[in-house]
């Protein structure tokens, strides 16, 4: 059932760190699903008030894996959640869109800046990705909960939960505008500067 299903996922028996994620064998099962962000420091501007508390983590986000099939008859996505968790944690904020998010808030504190690289089409942190993993690794844990078609269970907990990190069907949160005009004024400040090369990703 979906209320059990967010029972599992606002109460985790544990969360994992960056570095327990990334060990191998990962502790995060190949397989579709719902995961939570879990945050020690919080990002600039934004308040623990109403969100779900784990210790003395504060849940900000939750992301699933894979995404809908697409209804216009496309390859449905191949991706499960240790790939995107793991990605969330090694990547750059043009494949993750919580790496964006935090990039933009923490941007000033961890001095770095959004930037357009190789052809101008795409985004990135381009050297403070690392910083921002390194961040991550200090502030960011994860949770999950295996699920076929968690896009289902994605709308109940946008819905009843405060998820101040979640932008797409999140519009009701009080934080939306204030993270939607940070990412845009960190876009719009990357297209006034020129590309750069593109650079490696943010580093295991």
Known sequence: ??????????????????????????????????????FRQLPPLVKPSGCCQHQDLTLLYAGISPDQPPANGRRPSTQNIQKRIKYHYT???????????????????????????????????????????????DNAYVSWVVRTRPWELEDYLIGALNLPLNLKGNSRNQFHPVLRAARASCAAQAKTLPTVPNPAIGSR
């Not at 990334?22 to 995961?35: F, I, K, M, N």
């Not at 959004?114 to 990705?129: P, Q």
């Open 1 to 38: 059932m979906v209320t059990d299903a967010i029972g599992l996922f606002v109460n985790p028996v544990r969360v994992f760190s960056r570095q327990e994620v990334l060990t191998s064998p990962s502790p995060v099962p190949a397989e579709d699903g719902v995961y939570g962000w879990w």
């Open 91 to 137: 990547g750059n904020a043009e494949g993750s869109t919580l790496r964006k998010t935090l990039g933009c808030l923490l941007a000033d504190e961890l001095g770095i800046q959004l930037r357009r690289v190789g052809t101008g089409n795409r985004m990135t942190f381009v050297g403070g990705e690392q910083a921002l993993s390194a961040w991550m690794a």
